[in-house]
């Protein structure tokens, strides 16, 4: 009986700290989208760039990318997303 007592008491005190939780997270704004993003591919070999989107850029989820990295990227032939254009987001159009 006492154990039954004290896993109730643990259960209560689980779900009230579970709750405060998830408070504190409705509360908290959501992270900023990343500036840039790599777009890639599986293949047989690993992944492969496949395209460099803008952070915000709606056609992409990919692995977030610094903006040095994006233009070595480019600069390097990868293809910039024909949406959110990331060269022209740059000054890299030309």
């Given at each position: 009986?006492?154990?039954?007592?004290?896993?109730?008491?643990?259960?209560?005190?689980?779900?009230?700290l579970e709750a405060e939780l998830a408070e504190q997270m409705a509360?908290?704004?959501?992270?900023?989208?990343?500036?840039?993003?790599?777009?890639?591919?599986?293949?047989?070999?690993?992944?492969?760039?496949?395209?460099?989107?803008?952070?915000?850029?709606?056609?992409?989820?990919?692995?977030?990318?610094?903006?040095?990295?994006?233009?070595?990227?480019?600069?390097?032939?990868?293809?910039?997303?024909?949406?959110?254009?990331?060269?022209?987001?740059?000054?890299?159009?030309?």
């Amino acid at each position: 009986m006492a154990l039954g007592w004290q896993q109730k008491l643990a259960e209560q005190a689980i779900s009230a700290l579970e709750a405060e939780l998830a408070e504190q997270m409705a509360r908290r704004p959501p992270p900023a989208p990343p500036e840039w993003k790599l777009e890639s591919i599986r293949t047989g070999s690993g992944p492969k760039a496949l395209r460099v989107h803008v952070g915000d850029c709606a056609m992409s989820g990919g692995k977030p990318l610094g903006r040095e990295e994006v233009r070595r990227l480019l600069a390097e032939g990868v293809e910039p997303c024909p949406y959110c254009s990331p060269e022209n987001a740059l000054g890299m159009a030309g």
